[in-house]
């Protein structure tokens, strides 16, 4: 499961940020996620609450932001958002399309006190 690594990595990032403006605590950690990562939110949530035991984070809230899947067609224009598979081509000229949003996993933002 990646999504250990994932949090460890989060986590990390979010430690000396806080150890940055000379906090001791992390109160809320904010993510947005791409649903065409791979990860899996459930698996994070599980992870992060393994992984954070002992660290500023301990009694952080943790915050998932799921951004959809948005593609593009440089051929024709459309762009689309309702992807029921991941058919990467255009369904009006059969063009590649370009994936716009949905493989974002970035940290939104940390609560520190």
Not at 17 to 38: C, M, P, Y
Not at 70 to 84: A, L
């Amino acid at each position: 499961m990646h999504e250990f690594s994932i949090v460890q990595n989060i986590i990390n990032a979010c430690e000396a940020e806080a150890r940055k403006h000379n906090s001791n605590k992390i109160s809320k950690i904010g993510l947005r996620i791409g649903e065409f990562t791979g990860v899996v939110r459930e698996a994070l949530d599980f992870a992060f609450d393994i992984t954070k035991k002992n660290t500023l984070a301990e009694n952080a809230a943790f915050e998932i932001e799921i951004v959809p899947l948005k593609t593009h067609c440089n051929n024709c224009g459309h762009t689309f958002s309702d992807i029921k598979e991941y058919n990467f081509y255009c369904p009006d000229c059969n063009d590649p399309l370009e994936i716009l949003e949905g493989r974002e996993l970035e940290i939104k933002y940390i609560d520190i006190t």
